[in-house]
């Protein structure tokens, strides 16, 4: 994370002013310059209780918050849509049918089973991921004709995570985690307007 750039700070389940002193004052070093400062934890650690924002979530429930998060990034649009049209997967279109990619084999005969498509929103056609000057949908629901004649309803794969965010809203996930929706929207919408911001973390036994 680079600490000395950033306006707004995500620690989630770390605690550097126990475990690395020296990020710790970093952290504080950014903090007494005027970042903000969001805190995943159960505990009242001293950086939580000087945040601006504690999501003091249930143990064990972190995934459901994060997908309520995703759900106002995506619902209120707070994300970066053009950098997730180029460098992400996000408008790769995935088969209803299956749940696998679409790839140009499945499209025409000449087609790589290693080659995806989004759709492009100005040609209302399928395209190769890697092709110049396309305009690829982040949502939505495309019929494509496939090779064989079968006609077959295609999303990208944000849409696919929309929906799947959708189930885990603020106002549900706070039945699970007991983060309040408003403190989980005011936190979203802190860390995706206060850029450039970061996000720290500690994986544990895995690390």
């Known amino acids: 994370p680079d600490f000395d750039q950033t306006r707004c700070i995500l620690l989630w389940g770390i605690n550097p002013t126990a475990t690395s ?12 310059r005027g970042a903000k400062l969001i805190v995943v934890d159960p505990r009242k650690t001293t950086l939580a209780g000087n945040a601006d924002y504690w999501l003091r979530v249930c143990p064990g429930t972190d995934g459901e918050l994060a997908m309520a998060m995703v ?5 209120e649009k707070l994300f970066d849509a053009e950098f997730t049209r180029k460098w992400t997967n996000a408008p790769y279109l995935v088969r209803n049918d299956t749940g696998h990619l679409l790839s140009e084999a499945d499209f025409r005969d000449d087609g790589r089973v290693d080659t995806w498509l989004v ?7 399928p395209v190769n991921c890697a092709a110049g000057g396309v305009s690829p949908a982040l949502f939505g629901s495309f019929a494509v004709r496939l090779l064989n004649g079968k ?11 929309k929906e799947a965010a959708a189930e885990f809203t603020p106002e549900i996930s706070e039945n ?26 500690w994986v544990g036994l895995e690390q």
């Open 71 to 75: 759900d106002v990034l995506l619902a």
């Open 21 to 32: 002193p020296a990020q710790a004052v970093r952290v504080n070093r950014a903090l007494n």
């Open 151 to 161: 006609t077959i309803q295609c999303r990208p794969a944000l849409q696919l995570l």
């Open 119 to 125: 759709w492009d929103e100005h040609k209302k056609f």
């Open 176 to 201: 699970i985690t007991t983060v309040p929706a408003a403190e989980v929207r005011k936190a979203v919408r802190l860390f995706a307007t206060e850029r450039p911001s970061c996000y720290c973390t």
